[in-house]
């Protein structure tokens, strides 16, 4: 066990609408980062979040926002879904920058019919 | 935009047999280097990461990765393989500079060991 948590497990949806996934780091961790894991591409880094403010930016589609909030905690928006967005999405949480161990939580896997 | 090549898609050996994964990256500039591992059902952790000092670094369950900058590499060895090693490997680097970071995962490398 990692420490980080995500919830949901999965998520299944219709192309067209919006979910969001949450991220809880660990205790003490100030940065959160969001993945997506897909066949096709692999792991992508999408979006870093240190202490409440976007520090990195990686491929992250414009449909897709993410914030983190006072108590650390983060969560992803993803919108009008497409069947490409099905994947599986990782957070991860480190002490500090992009430099420190990134500790991943186990992902949510949302799947877009 | 940044790239990190892992060549081999999924790597079969037998147990005891040396291993050696590669990755290389097509930046010139300041690079961090990572190995991950994602064994079965489990989340990512890391196994070893570089970021200056000896090119060699040791890491975890008797894991190694030589950084060599001429090359752009930065392979993962290990001298014994275990059943246990059966997982997907993972290299990513940073980029820095400027006063900003990209980071970049490789595809991964499956590695299944036969006992």
């Known amino acids: 066990d990692s420490g980080v948590t995500q919830t949901p497990k999965h998520l299944i949806t219709a192309t067209g609408q919006r979910v969001t996934l949450r991220c809880s780091p660990r205790?003490?961790?100030?940065?959160v980062y969001w993945y997506q894991q897909s066949l096709d591409q692999g792991l992508q880094f999408l979006i870093q979040?240190?202490?409440?403010?976007?520090?990195a930016k990686g491929n992250i589609l414009e449909r897709f926002s993410a914030q983190q909030f006072p108590d650390l905690h983060s969560e992803l928006n993803l919108s009008s879904l497409e069947l490409g967005d099905s994947a599986l999405y990782f957070c991860?949480?480190?002490?500090?920058?992009?430099?420190?161990?990134?500790?991943f939580g186990p992902g949510t896997r949302l799947t877009v019919l | 935009a940044q790239s990190v090549s892992q060549h081999n898609h999924h790597v079969i050996l037998s147990e005891a047999a040396s291993l050696e994964l590669g990755c290389n990256y097509s930046?010139?500039?300041?690079?961090?280097l990572f190995w991950y591992v994602q064994y079965p059902g489990q989340h990512l952790q890391l196994l070893l990461k570089?970021?200056?000092?000896?090119?060699l670094v040791k890491g975890i369950k008797g894991f190694e990765a030589e950084f060599i900058k001429s090359k752009f590499s930065f392979n993962l060895r290990k001298p014994s393989v275990q059943w246990s090693d059966t997982a997907e490997y993972f290299c990513?680097?940073?980029?820095?500079?400027?006063?900003?970071?990209?980071?970049?995962f490789g595809k991964g490398t499956k590695l299944s060991v036969i006992p």
């Open positions: 979040y240190y202490n409440g403010e976007e520090r």
């Open positions: 930046y010139g500039g300041t690079v961090n």
């Open positions: 205790s003490g961790d100030l940065s």
């Open positions: 990513a680097v940073i980029y820095s500079g400027a006063g900003s970071y990209q980071l970049t």
């Open positions: 570089y970021f200056s000092g000896d090119p």
């Open positions: 991860a949480s480190s002490v500090a920058g992009l430099d420190a161990e990134q500790f």
